[in-house]
């Protein structure tokens, strides 16, 4: 419904009778009983049939500007009521504005508020996740560890070797074989300690680094679709505030200074024009009787 349509309905003429007496206007005491609202109570229908009788709401297809007349007894009535069919206007076209705002931006805002808990859930998740490890950089303990067991295989390759040296040098026997030796067992022990922490059986750093990296995941899949939902938004918005409605007064209503009806020459000419016509045809029938007669 567009505010023409809109200033001619039942809604607007309600709006008028409820907020500046619409009825009590259209029955000023000074009014003749011919011009006036027959109904101090009058229905519906019969007030928007009286309403639209005395109030021209015209649009001009070529330049869109809608002309409102009103008119009443009174110039303050007819001023009363043009000003408050403007203000009625400007309501219609914010209610419009505002229902096509919301139809157009609710769903998205509801994707938003789930992409954002989405997030948070995530980023929650992986704040649990280091607390409970007690580890804040799961990925910088996983790359540590693998330093570490590089360094000791090599430091264990080079002890082997040095023993498969000595052992052809002196006897397996002597004080510095068997330090050597313990050396390579220790270097064998550590180095299988730390592989099984790494990747061994149970919980492991490796089966701890894929957990961690499956919520960064997570949370990196949330972030985008956040932006996403964000930014297909903003795009909303944009179209929908470029497809606002406004009412600019051209004009704003003026205060009547004379009244344009009864327009009173024009009634007694009439009367007087009806006068003469029904004498004329009375005469031409008298004078046809006695014509007759004769």
Do not use: C
Not at 1 to 23: F, N, P
Not at 178 to 185: N, T
Not at 268 to 287: E, N, P
């Amino acid at each position: 419904m567009s505010v023409a349509d809109y200033m001619t309905s039942h809604d607007v003429v309600d709006a008028l009778r409820d907020q500046i007496g619409l009825v009590q206007m259209y029955r000023r005491p000074e009014v003749d009983a011919i011009s006036r609202l027959g109904s101090p109570n009058p229905t519906p229908e019969k007030l928007l049939k009286y309403y639209l009788a005395h109030t021209k709401v015209e649009i001009n297809s070529t330049t869109g500007i809608t002309v409102v007349q009103a008119r009443a007894f009174r110039p303050a009535d007819a001023y009363a009521i043009t000003t408050r069919l403007l203000a009625l206007g400007d309501l219609r076209i914010n209610s419009l504005n505002k229902r096509a705002y919301d139809d157009a931006i609710a769903s998205s805002e509801r994707q938003l508020a789930d992409a954002e808990n989405a997030l948070d859930k995530a980023q929650v998740d992986i704040s649990r996740f280091r607390a409970q490890q007690r580890d804040i950089d799961p990925q910088g303990t996983g790359q540590a560890q693998t330093t570490l067991i590089s360094q000791l295989t090599a430091d264990l390759v080079q002890a082997q070797a040095q023993l498969a040296s000595m052992g052809q040098a002196i006897s397996p026997s002597s004080p510095q074989y068997v330090a050597l030796r313990g050396r390579v067992q220790a270097l064998q022990a550590q180095v299988s300690a730390q592989s099984n922490r790494l990747a061994g059986s149970g919980t492991t750093i490796a089966s701890q680094l894929a957990s961690y990296n499956e919520l960064q995941l997570r949370q990196e899949f949330a972030s985008k679709r956040y932006e996403a939902v964000a930014s297909a938004l903003d795009r909303a918005r944009e179209q929908v505030m470029r497809k606002q409605l406004y009412l600019v007064r051209v004009v704003n209503p003026n205060m009547p200074v004379k009244s344009q009806y009864p327009q009173r020459l024009r009634i007694v000419g009439t009367i007087f024009l009806g006068l003469f016509v029904a004498y004329a045809i009375g005469w031409l029938i008298l004078a046809g009787v006695r014509e007759h007669e004769a």
